[in-house]
């Protein structure tokens, strides 16, 4: 079991877990939109979506970028 919570302040997210994030997403956005779903749980996958972009986006926006050396 993973016990690791995506909020906590020690939390070290790459590039690749963004984009493993934003593709995880788009297959629960996929399912969700699925009309022989019942609508709960379409909504509870479409939520689950949601949360797993923003988290990409806050991976996006937080980011550190390594600056070249200047001479």
Do not use: V
């Not at 997403?25 to 749980?41: H, I, T, V, Y």
């Amino acid at each position: 079991m993973q016990r690791c919570q995506p909020s906590c302040a020690n939390i070290a997210r790459t590039d690749s877990h963004a984009d493993q994030l934003r593709q995880h997403a788009q297959e629960l956005g996929k399912r969700a939109a699925s009309e022989a779903l019942p609508d709960p749980l379409a909504d509870r996958l479409a939520r689950r979506s949601a949360h797993l972009l923003a988290l990409a986006d806050r991976h996006e926006h937080d980011r550190i970028h390594l600056q070249e050396p200047t001479s």
